[in-house]
């Protein structure tokens, strides 16, 4: 069959509490989203890899908290019209600007004048995060983390399940139970995998097979 063009629409992600699964992996962290309202401060880091499902886990909290998401890009606090009647989420801590750290302090000191609740995530820890303004780096260290661990074998495969039903795409038992035997044990692997195979489908305009799953994952090794 002729190739097509591969035309890479963004998939629509599931983000409600049923498509959130629980491993060891990710337990602690979604304990500490169920009983947010103790968190220490009213103030949390969730800190995990790419894929790992920190933005889901955000939504959900989002959800419950009635919060309202900010972009770290274009923070602005100085004119003092923020409104900070909602708990505030911010994601993606590690790309923060240095021009925009002054802003994030600023965020911080008003959250904590409003006694208002506000979650932050992002990749690796605050210490790599390469934050230059020692105030701002020492208030983030004192935040409480949530640590997503590296997946276990359980969540590793939920998260490419969901991935391919975000993406429509519907897996045969064999090719499933080949790719989690046999793929690289990140979040940032199976997203990979799962991008690259979507394209694959819709390239050739076909079901995946086990002989596009070897193939990918040749390439990927």
Partial sequence: MAEQLALDFPCQTAFGEEDYFVSSANRFAVGLIENWA??????????????????????????????????????????????????????????????????????????????????????GSVGNWGIQLPDLESRLRQITPAKIDAPDDDLLLAVMMKQFQDRQIALSPKVM????????????????????????????????????????????S
Avoid: Y
């Fill in 38 to 123: 103790e968190w220490p401060d009213k103030r949390l880091v969730l800190l995990g890899e790419r894929g790992s499902g920190k933005t889901h886990l955000a939504r959900i909290w989002a959800d419950r908290a009635g919060a309202v998401f900010l972009d770290i890009q274009t923070l602005d606090v100085s004119d003092g019209q923020l409104d900070l009647t909602h708990p505030v989420v911010l994601e993606n801590l590690e790309n923060l600007p240095r021009a925009q750290e002054q802003q994030m302090f600023h965020l911080l000191n008003l959250c904590a004048q409003a006694d208002q609740f506000i979650l932050l995530t992002g990749r």
């Fill in 177 to 220: 139970g080949f790719l989690s035997k046999r793929m690289v044990r990140s979040f940032e692997a199976v997203s990979e995998l799962v991008a690259s195979l979507d394209h694959i489908s819709l390239q050739e305009h076909s079901k995946i097979t086990l002989d596009h799953a070897k193939r990918i994952l040749a390439e990927m």
